[in-house]
């Protein structure tokens, strides 16, 4: 499971995500060998306060998922809102595929092109969170945390989509940590504030493990600025 948080949902679901390797194909003989393999994302999840755990089915699709964050998100129905699944992938962007049943089956994953991926990849993170009032968009918004740069783990970002369900809604990044950085967690904190745990250095994106803090500015004309402490 993870690298990264589980969330609990408005009905009370734990959710935790996770990704596995799924054999495809096998070669027959004596002792039958997988000879294909695939990643695939997936969630567990607790209707019971984490008394008994259950496995929802695999992420499938055109493109493949691994490790995974999921964030809960208002649905074009106001009455089903959709789990939100943001998946690490091999093709030069991140991939997302949407729940309607709270986490027990996906709808097939898709490309997102506006958020990018390093070759091989990389963990991010992802959150949803109120929407600030007065901005008269979606009442939810989502917050990404990955590395900007496409070309290897480096210059750790935040993303900001204020219309969850359009994947061209993703946002320019803020730059958090300039340099070599990879594996991020975010948080949704009291009082408006968000942390993020990351993985970071000076020459290599694995030598130190920084926390930060900081707030998402709307107030000048409705521009949306961050703030970092």
Do not use: M
């Not at 962007?93 to 990849?121: H, I, K, M, N, W």
């Amino acid at each position: 499971v993870g690298p990264g948080h589980g969330i609990q949902l408005d009905s009370g679901r734990l959710v935790v995500p996770a990704y596995t390797y799924y054999v495809h194909g096998r070669l027959c003989g004596v002792v039958p060998l997988p000879c294909s393999t695939r990643q695939h994302s997936l969630v567990f999840y607790s209707d019971d306060a984490g008394r008994s755990w259950h496995k929802g089915a695999l992420v499938v699709g055109g493109e493949q998922t691994g490790e995974c964050q999921v964030a809960e998100i208002p649905g074009s129905d106001a009455h089903q809102p959709l789990l939100y699944c943001n998946a690490r992938a091999p093709r030069g962007c991140r991939a997302v595929a949407f729940s309607t049943d709270r986490g027990s089956r996906f709808q097939r994953s898709t490309r997102c092109r506006a958020l990018g991926e390093p070759p091989r990849g990389c963990q991010g993170s992802v959150v949803s969170f109120t929407a600030p009032t007065g901005t008269g968009e979606s009442p939810t918004w989502l917050l990404y945390s990955h590395p900007t740069n496409r070309h290897r783990r480096s210059d750790l970002g935040v993303y900001l989509n204020p219309s969850p369900l359009d994947q061209a809604g993703w946002q320019h990044p803020w730059v958090l940590h300039p340099g070599p950085a990879a594996y991020s967690d975010l948080a949704v904190c009291p009082g408006g504030v968000f942390g993020c745990l990351f993985e970071c250095g000076t020459t290599s994106p694995c030598e130190e493990i920084a926390f930060c803090l900081f707030t998402l500015d709307t107030s000048k004309h409705g521009e949306k600025n961050l703030k970092v402490s």
